[in-house]
């Protein structure tokens, strides 16, 4: 068998396993996320870089779980970056999902922690001062020409309230979260360094909203993960029947409406503030004109009501101005 056609064979079996997984990746993709949209990234992504398809199959489904989770898809930028890395433990290569530092901001955006977030990184020969306390300040000019060496590196929020805040990280504190990635030696870190000390201090930086949104929370662990910073035992993937054959299939099902045992918890979590609640779904797509609480997709509902966290943050986010 020729080498092409042997790689058109392993995208083919790649396919099929993606394909029967499909339904556990709709139990917990989030409300914006395409799951065919994410197979096709995924399996173009492999077809361009055959590294993808030497790794596991194990991991190359867990790493579709979680964009499904996190709401970030396969595509680098603005995504989340697949890297394939050689575990040498068990003598096998996996698939290492590691979120971009533009998909944690958005991520952010979507949870309505924040309005908008940037980085930048700071290089020898740039202008650049900061102050803390009560008087925060931060003042950056690049060189021109030649910058020189990369030195540091800054996110900076908007809040809701239209308020600037921001973070910073010198090069020490980079280079020791690098020095802790399974992926420091290959990858963004060597081919988009820049891009991976923007990302570094924008995860700084989105540490306070945790609890905020289950997407948020699955970039930020994944983020974790990636970086060193949490080591997660392995995780069996849920086993998926092959969905039943229908003359019509629905090849984006909506999640099922919640239960009026939920509702009703929901409803009792909220309080006087249903109609705040209300408002700030339909502003958000969430419900229709004229719907209610029962429109809602009960793994919605059941998130928010997971703990005081996850019901604080909701409270925060439906009563920020």
Known sequence: MSRSNAKRNNVETLRTALEAVKPKLY?????????????????????????????????????????????????????????PYENRKNGTCELQFIPDYRGLVNSAKRSGCIVDAWSEVVRANDEFDYALGLEPYLKHKP????????????????????VKRFVVMDGDE???????????????????????????????????FAGASPELDAAIEAEDHASGVLVLDPIALPRAKEPEPSPDPDPDPDPAPATSDTVDRFRAFLGEREGVALSWMRVNNWIGDGEGLEAVPAPDLEAILANEKTQAAFLKQIQAP
Not at 38 to 62: E, F, G, T, Y
Not at 152 to 157: D, I, K, L, T
């Open 27 to 83: 139990q917990v993709a989030s409300r914006h996320l395409s799951v065919d949209r994410v197979i096709r990234l995924l399996l173009s992504a492999a077809s361009r870089n055959p590294k993808i398809l030497d790794c596991s199959q194990q991991s190359i489904l867990l790493f579709a779980m979680k964009c499904s989770e996190t709401g970030l898809e396969p595509i680098g930028a603005g995504g989340a970056w697949p890297i």
């Open 143 to 162: 060189a021109r020409g030649d910058r020189g060496a990369l030195e540091s590196a800054y996110c900076v929020m908007v809040m809701p309230d239209g």
């Open 174 to 208: 980079v280079q020791g979260i690098r020095a802790r990635s399974r992926a420091k030696n290959d990858g963004p870190w060597v081919t988009d360094e820049s891009e991976m000390w923007k990302k570094t201090v924008v995860r700084r930086a989105m540490k306070p």
